[in-house]
């Protein structure tokens, strides 16, 4: 059975963190199907706290490894949402 898997991921402190995680991201990359990024902007601040959702693909080993490595960094929350495929 074919999985799918959205993760979601906070940087709390973009400014900080946000270094980290394009490192980690990048060293994944064949990894992420669908990649979106946003962040909270007016005409006066920027947010320094972001999200990015991922689409991911391949083997669930390597995303639980992905994962693993995200929580490693300090300012980072990530969450998951699993779907089992049924071919239908």
């Avoid at 900080?16 to 064949?30: I, R």
Wanted: glycine letters at 10%; a positive charge; hydrophobic letters at 40%.
């Amino acid at each position: 059975m074919q999985q799918s898997r959205i993760m979601g991921i906070m940087v709390y402190d973009r400014i900080k963190e946000a270094g980290k995680t394009q490192e980690v991201l990048s060293k994944y990359a064949t990894a992420i199907r669908t990649r979106l990024g946003f962040h909270e902007l007016s005409r006066d601040v920027c947010s320094r706290v972001g999200n990015i959702i991922l689409v991911l693909q391949g083997d669930p080993k390597i995303w639980n490894e992905l994962q693993t490595e995200l929580e490693d960094i300090g300012g980072v929350e990530v969450q998951i949402m699993k779907f089992k495929n049924s071919g239908k």
